[in-house]
């Protein structure tokens, strides 16, 4: 049986372009339930926290290494420094933990 690329796309094409079409024709008025306005709101980061999280752990060659550079990074992010030394201060954890470990 011969694959048919051009239907493959088709049907990624048709899936995507209705997942983004139908909130859209199907939601016309504005949301008012509390609890469905503070899911959407949170898709985004959670999304993001989905994609990053496991970066994190496999990025080293330790996975000890990534995470306590992860722990660090929340801890100093709690503590309300700055994005720039929250990203180096991790980068420098695990540099030096990937010398020892």
Do not use: D
């Not at 926290?49 to 060659?61: D, G, K, Q, S």
């Not at 306590?68 to 030096?96: D, K």
């Amino acid at each position: 049986m011969k694959h048919n690329i051009y239907i493959y796309i088709l049907v990624m094409f048709a899936v995507t372009y209705l997942i983004r079409v139908l909130p859209l024709t199907l939601i016309r008025k504005e949301i008012k339930n509390k609890t469905i306005r503070s899911f959407l709101y949170y898709v985004p980061y959670v999304t993001l926290a989905v994609m990053t999280f496991p970066a994190i752990m496999e990025a080293t060659n330790s996975p000890l290494a990534g995470l306590a550079a992860l722990i660090v990074g929340i801890i100093l992010a709690w503590c309300g420094r700055s994005l720039f030394q929250v990203a180096v201060l991790s980068c420098v954890v695990v540099f030096v933990l990937e010398l020892f470990l």
